[in-house]
């Protein structure tokens, strides 16, 4: 039973900073990868960030150099820094978990995805 639980959303005006926290926990945890995706309203969802156990890291190219992904291992939490935040970034994010393959420098996830419930974050003036 693999739980993942996002905190921090919000609503923010644009320009600011929101972190995102998700806590993993559960049996059998043994996956490999964390990352967030978000789901704007009428769009598809969308990776925003991958990092694995040995630290690799992926960005979708919207937010290369203003979302920053990292996590604490032994907290079994995985965060996502949102800086120079746009109305374009509101969505709802959800936290996910996988077991990574790596092609090309790309992580991709195989087999069972788990999903948190996701977490809010409005930008807006």
């Known amino acids: 039973q693999v739980q993942l639980v996002e905190s921090g959303g919000g609503l923010v005006q644009p320009g600011g900073s929101l972190r995102l926290s998700c806590a993993a926990s559960?049996?059998?945890?043994?996956?490999?990868?964390l990352g967030w995706s978000r789901q704007a309203p009428g769009k598809e969802r969308e990776s925003v960030a991958r990092i694995t156990s040995g630290g690799r890291i992926n960005y979708g190219d919207s937010v290369k150099g203003r979302f920053t992904i990292s996590r604490d291992n032994a907290k079994n939490t995985v965060y996502l820094q949102m800086n120079s935040l746009k109305s374009e970034d509101t969505a709802v994010y959800y936290c996910?978990?996988?077991?990574?393959?790596?092609?090309?420098?790309?992580?991709?996830?195989?087999?069972?995805?788990?999903w948190g419930k996701g977490t809010l974050v409005t930008v807006s003036s």
């Open positions: 559960g049996s059998s945890f043994s996956i490999n990868a």
């Open positions: 996910n978990a996988g077991s990574a393959t790596i092609r090309a420098g790309t992580i991709y996830y195989s087999g069972t995805v788990y």
